[in-house]
């Protein structure tokens, strides 16, 4: 049972390009989330999940893009990447979207836009 | 009031020294609340979950106050590893919704 895996652990990106963050979970989980986190903002919502086929904005959906295709997997796209999306991507997933529902984080991603 | 408030410390304690957090959260209908700990440079885990008026997992007791809105965590007898940020998150009202994080509160437990 790895949990919540996140791939890749660290990126570089100019800015402009796009890329997918990836997010995958095993332990059949019904809700699953992304979030950014930024010094001194803690951590705010991108997008979430409440199960397959279903997707909705978070605190922060400008740029990014989420599909939810299958139970497992949460892929967060970005789409032209600028400077102001450098920060740490979590993705999380918790058993069910109905309290009470602790969440799960991944390892986390470190994006760097330059 | 925001909706989840913290003090962002950090504090600063020798090991063995008792200290308390306070988290204070807006919604009145949140029912069940949770600590994570977040080490420097990780993902946050989940510490404890607090669902009516307290919770205590050996050195660590986790206290709710409806009336006054807000959580407590209490560290007795803290250790090094103790040292990481404390995330205090509360659900929205209801029985569905995200999960509220407050931007944690920073311990540093010195020698």
């Known amino acids: 049972n790895a949990g919540v895996t996140q791939t890749p652990k660290f990126q570089v990106l100019k800015t402009g390009q796009s890329m997918t963050l990836q997010c995958a979970q095993d332990m059949n989980h019904e809700y699953m989330s992304w979030y950014r986190q930024d010094p001194g903002m803690g951590l705010r919502l991108i997008h979430y999940s409440v199960g397959a086929g279903i997707t909705d904005q978070g605190e922060v959906p400008n740029g990014y893009n989420v599909s939810r295709s299958t139970t497992e997997d949460f892929p967060l796209r970005l789409l032209s990447a600028a400077p102001s999306q450098t920060s740490v991507y979590f993705c999380?997933?918790?058993?069910?979207?109905?309290?009470?529902?602790?969440?799960?984080f991944g390892p986390g991603t470190r994006l760097t836009v330059t | 009031r925001k909706e989840v408030e913290q003090d962002p410390g950090p504090f600063n304690v020798p090991e063995g020294a008792t200290v308390a957090f306070n988290c204070t959260y807006s919604n009145s209908a949140s029912q069940s609340f949770f600590w994570y700990r977040q080490d420097c440079r990780k993902e946050p885990k989940l510490l404890m979950s607090v669902y009516s008026s307290g919770n205590e997992d050996g050195r660590f007791t986790a206290q709710l106050n409806r009336a006054s809105q807000y959580i407590s965590l209490l560290i007795r007898d803290s250790k090094l590893s103790d040292s990481a940020t404390y995330l205090c998150v509360v659900p929205p009202g209801g029985s569905q919704g995200n999960l509220i994080f407050g931007k944690g509160t920073k311990l540093s437990v010195k020698p």
């Open positions: 999380a997933s918790s058993r069910s979207y109905r309290a009470p529902y602790e969440q799960y």
